[in-house]
């Protein structure tokens, strides 16, 4: 039995709990993701079909597949790998104490140097 061309819908909205990697609070992160599957028995049968960048995902996986699984793998594409708070308490807090983050100040090295050279 082939589950060749075989569609999943997937569809989750939600909000995941995540760690904001700047201050270390807690974070929600809104998650959105509407996606369509191409089910595939092998990854020798998705190699050889020819891609289609605006066609759907096709992964390995069977009717029966675990949808956990499926659900799990489509979050993990959609989280970013460090989240950070749009407005940063921690971020604000060093600007109201004067420091300026390492990038900051890297910035103003550079800016120095090149108004030397030019
Ligand atoms: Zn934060």
Same mark, same amino acid.
Request: charged fraction near 30%.
């Given at each position: 039995?082939?589950?060749?061309?075989?569609?999943?819908?997937?569809?989750?909205?939600?909000?995941? &709990?995540? #760690?904001?990697? +700047?201050? %270390?609070? =807690?974070? /929600?992160?809104?998650?959105?993701?509407?996606?369509?599957?191409?089910?595939?028995?092998?990854?020798?049968?998705?190699?050889?079909?020819?891609?289609?960048?605006?066609?759907?995902d096709?992964?390995?996986?069977? &009717?029966? #597949?675990?949808? +956990?699984? %499926?659900? =799990?793998? /489509?979050?993990?594409?959609?989280v970013?790998?460090?989240?950070?708070?749009?407005?940063?308490?921690?971020?604000?807090k060093?600007?109201?104490?004067?420091?300026?983050?390492?990038?900051?100040?890297?910035?103003?090295?550079?800016?120095?140097? +090149?108004?030397?050279?030019?």
């Open positions: 039995m082939t589950s060749r061309g075989a569609r999943r819908y997937v569809h989750i909205d939600g909000a995941l &709990r995540q #760690m904001c990697q +700047r201050c %270390l609070g =807690e974070l /929600e992160f809104p998650v959105s993701i509407d996606s369509m599957l191409v089910l595939a028995a092998s990854q020798r049968e998705i190699d050889r079909e020819p891609i289609e960048v605006q066609g759907p096709r992964i390995v996986g069977s &009717r029966d #597949m675990v949808v +956990r699984e %499926l659900l =799990e793998d /489509e979050l993990l594409l959609a970013p790998f460090a989240p950070r708070h749009e407005r940063c308490a921690a971020r604000a060093a600007r109201d104490d004067g420091h300026r983050s390492p990038f900051e100040e890297l910035r103003g090295m550079l800016g120095a140097k +090149r108004s030397k050279q030019g």
